[in-house]
Nanobody, 119 residues
Framework: QVQLVESGGGLVQPGGSLRLSCAASGSILSMYATGWYRQAPGKQRELAAIITSGGSTNYEDSVKGRFTISRDNTKNTVYLQMNSLKPEDTAVYYC?????????????WGQGTQVTVSS
């Protein structure tokens, strides 16, 4: 079983910054692609950023140049640095990991962390 613990959300003014963290624990042998999705009120969940095991990244167009995804494989942790935040970034942010454990491979989701951008 894999557990994900997210942290770093909160309330920030427009133009501010936040850093989200997602730590995976359990019998993890390998961590493949990981990412951050977000879901705003009344909208579908969308991919914000993703990073492969090799470090390649991809971003949703509206966050390019403002968000940076990174990972620490030694800690099984993925981060999302969010700068120049806008009110439209307000959403619940969920981390996602694709991992291999002893005997299986699967996808897991964090519990979600609220990010609110407002003055």
């Amino acid at each position: 079983q894999v557990q994900l613990v997210e942290s770093g959300g909160g309330l920030v003014q427009p133009g501010g910054s936040l850093r989200l963290s997602c730590a995976a624990s359990g019998s993890i042998l390998s961590m493949y692609a990981t990412g951050w999705y977000r879901q705003a009120p009344g909208k579908q969940r969308e991919l914000a950023a993703i990073i492969t095991s090799g470090g390649s990244t991809n971003y949703e167009d509206s966050v390019k140049g403002r968000f940076t995804i990174s990972r620490d494989n030694t800690k099984n942790t993925v981060y999302l640095q969010m700068n120049s935040l806008k009110p439209e970034d307000t959403a619940v942010y969920y981390c996602y990991v694709d991992v291999r454990t002893i005997g299986s491979r699967g996808n897991y989701w964090g519990q979600g962390t609220q990010v609110t951008v407002s003055s």
